[in-house]
């Protein structure tokens, strides 16, 4: 798995580039992309909320998107 291991290198080396504060905002938005993009593959709503049950671990929970604010100054 050639690109796997390339991907955990460059994540390792991104981790070592920002904060872990940084990495962690980056890898949480790439996992809700992919499952929102997942659910919407499957015909599902993607705008409720998402549970994914973590069975003898803990639950994941995505919830709706944030409705849109104006810009602050």
């Known amino acids: 798995m050639k690109a796997h291991d390339e ?3 460059a994540f390792d080396r991104f981790i070592q580039e920002v904060s872990i504060a940084d990495a962690m905002s980056v890898a ?3 996992f809700v992309s992919l ?6 593959l ?6 409720k909320k998402i549970t994914i049950n973590g069975g003898d671990q ?6 709706a ?3 849109a604010t104006g810009s602050q100054s």
């Open 7 to 9: 991907f955990v290198e």
């Open 28 to 30: 949480t938005g790439l």
């Open 35 to 40: 499952v929102v993009s997942w659910i919407e």
């Open 42 to 47: 499957k015909g599902e709503d993607p705008s």
């Open 58 to 63: 803990r639950d994941i929970t995505i919830h």
């Open 65 to 67: 998107q944030k409705p």
